[in-house]
């Protein structure tokens, strides 16, 4: 009985790391990225991989760095640049608070192919935290 139950255990331990999670966040469509201080993690996903010089939407989910539901009411600042171009977006895009920790950004352009930098800011209550994700635009 000992040996079936470690036999049980050896494997889960094996395995579990290989099962992956269904909803994985994976990129070109999807990015994710943990706050500057550690306390949150931010999911971007886009509907496809982010095209050049054409609009495009991103949904943003923000919630703890363990992946469970932010308690209170945040909400979220984002904005785009190119650091090694010294230039930011033509456009100003549209955050649309959709509750719970899930915003629409809509009406984001990258004009140009190349490394992107996404800053964003969440803030809840007077705390404010920052975070910043680099996308490479082909």
Not at 41 to 55: D, F, G, K, M, T
Not at 70 to 79: F, I, N, P, Q, R
Not at 109 to 135: C, D, Q, Y
Request: hydrophobic share 45%; glycine share 8%; proline share 5%.
């Amino acid at each position: 009985m000992l040996k079936k139950s470690l036999m049980t255990y050896l494997l889960a331990f094996l395995l579990l790391p290989m099962m992956g999670n269904a909803a994985e966040c994976k990129a070109p469509t999807c990015h994710s990225v943990v706050s500057a201080k550690d306390n949150y993690r931010i999911e971007l996903q886009a509907a496809s991989a982010i095209p050049v010089n054409s609009l495009f939407n991103l949904d943003v989910t923000v919630t703890t760095k363990e992946g469970k539901p932010v308690a209170g009411k945040v909400s979220l600042d984002l904005d785009a640049g190119m650091p090694h171009h010294n230039h930011g977006m033509n456009v100003k895009p549209v955050i649309k608070e959709l509750g719970a920790g899930k915003f629409r950004v809509e009406g984001m352009m990258f004009h140009m192919p190349g490394a992107w930098t996404i800053t964003m800011s969440v803030s809840k209550g007077i705390m404010r935290e920052a975070a910043n994700l680099v996308v490479e635009v082909q």
